[in-house]
């Protein structure tokens, strides 16, 4: 985690009682992250560009304002494509995660 690498010195934090120590063990394992919540979920994997962006359109024109999709895509241009459209939009980038077989997106319609 490379937040975190300024207070860690093998593991542990610097400086800090053990109650920290606990702390950023459970931050170091993925479990302890906290989940994202979505309304709406779309699939653009085999897809390339353009086409994973504008399929998020079109299903971000279904959803209400404040609603989340997740979007999954394995198009290495989705990581420039993505936040640029939601830049242009007006929609927020919530989140990104990188899974196995491509990447995870979390897009707040605004």
Do not use: N, W
């Amino acid at each position: 985690m490379y937040f975190l690498r300024p207070l860690l010195k093998r593991g542990r934090a610097i400086g800090h009682g053990p109650r920290c120590h606990k702390l950023v063990d459970k931050l170091k394992h993925h479990a302890y992250l906290p989940v994202m919540t979505y309304d709406a979920d779309l699939d653009a994997k085999g897809l390339l560009c353009p086409l994973p962006v504008l399929k998020a359109r079109k299903r971000l024109k279904s959803l209400v304002a404040g609603q989340v999709l997740r979007m999954e895509a394995d198009d290495p241009a989705a990581i420039v494509d993505v936040p640029h459209f939601c830049a242009e939009t007006g929609h927020m980038l919530v989140g990104t995660e990188d899974v196995p077989d491509g990447q995870v997106y979390f897009i707040r319609k605004a």
